[in-house]
């Protein structure tokens, strides 16, 4: 789709007097009006395009351009459909045009076999892209869905579906998010898509097969849910104190017997609870480097946002963000993001 086509595409404002008003003014050149009238739908958009894209920085850009268009067509489209729909129809598509752009982000998990941890991790790699971590703050996860959804919003978020998804073709991951994460009717998804309902159907099953086969049997929320918001606490409290104090015995006392540690740029990951463990003990945890963590959250999932003492600047400085996958009361899954500048959405403090 052009710019001009997604430009003139039919939207309506419902709601308010108050937004017919923004609507007027903004299209008269009123830029804070504007600002005023998408501000509701920008958390929830950039949500969208994190999944379509698996990174936040990308998703920032997607969101920042889908905006710009809106606001350049704002004068020239007819009122239809819902203003949400027409943001969206914008997003969508910048999404798919920044997809046949690049390859797919992948977790190391997809990208090579289990590695031994005696043979020293592998240097980092910049291709292919690694999928990122994404704060819950940003993530709109309050955003309305329509009665069609089939997935919670922050299980829409979590890792194991981030990754799923980026395994469909373009069009069937947009099909499947605009149906079953953001509950889009096949009408309306086929409106936004420009073809028809029949196809939309047919697409959606090819995804669900796809998307199924990767997931696992329980979501993070259905764990979590079972779990007691001090069993939650307390585990992620004696994950930190053992991290801070190099305490491996501890720390691999909370895995599940085939638990993994994954850590992209690094495309070496480890599987199994004795693999870990020596991994832990061989680098970063042998005692010779000063941890800080600062509990957060990302992904719908418990993470941890990981500081390392710089001798040279006397301070703690970024080093990576962490995100626990759980069964039961056990770390199924450490996936630690070794870039510190992924960090910096979470708006965390320095630690002292």
Known sequence: MTADQESNAP???????????????????DQHAFAMLVEPYQRELQAHCYRMLGSHADAEDALQETLLRAWRGLARFEERSSLRSWLYRIA?????????????RVL?????PAADPHDGPSDPLSDPVWLEPYPDIELGLDGPSGPEARYEQRESVELAFIAALQHLPARQRAVLILRDVLGFSAR????????????IDSTLQQAHK???????????QQTLRLLRDEQLSELVER????????????????????ARIVMPPLPSWYSGRDQVAAFLRDYPLRGVRRWKMLPTSANGQPALATYEWNE??????????SVLTLRGGLIEQIMAFLNPKLLEPFGLPLPV
């Open 11 to 29: 939207t309506k404002v419902t709601g308010s007097p108050r937004a017919a008003e923004l609507l007027h003014a903004a299209r008269g050149g």
């Open 92 to 104: 969508t598509n910048r999404c798919l045009t920044a997809i046949e752009r690049r390859p797919k």
């Open 108 to 112: 190391p998990t997809d990208y090579a």
């Open 188 to 199: 309306e998804t086929a409106n936004l898509l420009e073809t028809t309902p029949v196809s």
């Open 210 to 220: 796809t998307v199924d086969d990767r997931l696992p049997s329980q979501s993070q």
């Open 239 to 258: 994950y930190i104190t053992a991290w801070e104090q190099n305490d491996v015995d501890v720390v691999v006392s909370m895995l599940a017997e085939d």
């Open 312 to 321: 040279q600047t006397g301070a703690f400085t970024p080093h990576s963000i």
